[in-house]
């Protein structure tokens, strides 16, 4: 697909959008797979301009398949993925109920260009003006680094231990040496925090305390402290026998007043270049491209605009372009 792409100087999605045109020698097993993918995209490029980013994202992370990948993968590295994932929606809920003109839909792509405000060269000049600041880090990444106060957010059931960790006992203790190497960080103090109610998946769930807090002994508690309008808890030891909640049950999306569209109608071919003057391109014609330069029309097959040319050029290298795509000027 990559030669296909270069040989006529159009884009990869171009091909796959395109595919039955060019002789790639892909199964038929195979181009109906690539063929699904290509109307998924324009399924949701249709569905852009008319949802909000939450309504469209959250749409793409059940329909693409990422939630079903993403669960499959209980490693730690699959795990970060998942609250990755996790983070993502929750700032495109929060993005999509910004108080703005109501006659705009925040979209996706404004989410986009809203994050990609947030370039490298301005995080590097707010470092260069504050070095006094939190470092904001995975607790992966917190191993063999020592800090005098550490805070540890999330401590609750089913994030903090994850949920896909409850399902056996070897991956509950890695989450609890987790914990350890977390709180080990800490020279000073240690604050512990959880939510009693948070944003997951893009919906609000009410939260139980880890389980990792009612271990740590008393003794090793300094103070707890409860702030309301947070729903959040600083550090809560709570009584010995609190019950394990419910494993979370996640119903797929619903977009309240719209109907999903249609993957099949979206699916419309990409419209090809506007090249009719090529319609009587024959053997033996002078030709120019625009990234290959002068070359002579060796052969012409099919008819116009399936039609294929082959073309040696100046250079030595031999094409084979498809007319509907070439981006030729005949010369003579």
């Known amino acids: 697909m990559i030669v296909a792409a270069a040989d006529n100087d159009i884009s990869i999605w171009m091909v796959l959008d395109n595919l039955k045109d060019f002789n790639i020698g892909i199964s038929p097993r195979v181009s109906e ?18 949802y909000t980013a939450f309504q469209l994202g959250d749409y ?61 060269e301005d995080r590097n000049k707010d470092d260069e003006q504050d070095q006094n600041r939190v470092l904001l880090m995975t607790i992966h990444s917190a191993k063999g680094l020592e800090f005098n106060y550490v805070y540890i957010g999330g401590l609750e059931e089913n994030l903090f231990p994850s949920q ?5 006992r070897e991956e509950l203790e890695e989450e609890r040496r987790l914990f350890y190497v977390a709180v080990t960080r800490a020279k000073k103090q240690v604050v512990l925090t959880y939510a009693m109610s948070r944003y997951r998946y893009g919906s609000a769930q009410s939260n139980e305390p880890s ?20 729903s959040e808890h600083v550090f809560s030891r709570t ?21 999903l569209v249609s993957m099949n109608k979206a699916a419309q071919t990409s419209t090809p270049i506007d090249n009719s003057h090529l319609n009587g391109l024959k053997a033996g014609m002078r030709v120019e491209h625009e990234r290959f330069g002068q070359g002579e029309v060796i052969t012409v097959e099919g008819t116009y605009p399936n039609s294929k ?19 030729l000027k005949i010369v003579s």
Request: aromatic letters at 8%.
């Open 309 to 327: 040319a082959t073309v040696m050029f100046s250079n030595g290298e031999k094409k084979q372009l498809l007319l509907k795509f070439a981006k």
């Open 33 to 50: 797979k690539i063929t699904e993918f290509v109307n998924m995209i324009k399924s949701f490029s249709a569905m852009l301009p008319n």
């Open 211 to 230: 389980r990792f807090l009612e271990e740590i002994p008393a003794e090793c508690v300094a103070s707890i402290s409860y702030r309301e309008e947070a």
């Open 164 to 168: 896909m960790a409850l399902t056996s």
């Open 239 to 259: 009584p010995s026998a609190f019950r394990k909640p419910a494993p979370a049950v996640i119903t797929p999306p619903s977009i309240a007043g719209k109907k």
């Open 60 to 120: 793409i992370y059940y329909t693409a398949g990422i939630k079903r990948e993403l669960e499959q993968d209980r490693t730690p590295e699959g795990m970060n993925r998942m609250e990755n994932i996790q983070e993502l929606l929750n700032g495109l809920r929060d993005f999509s109920e910004k108080p703005i003109d109501k006659e705009v839909i925040p979209t996706l792509s404004m989410f986009m260009e809203d994050v990609a405000l947030l370039t490298n």
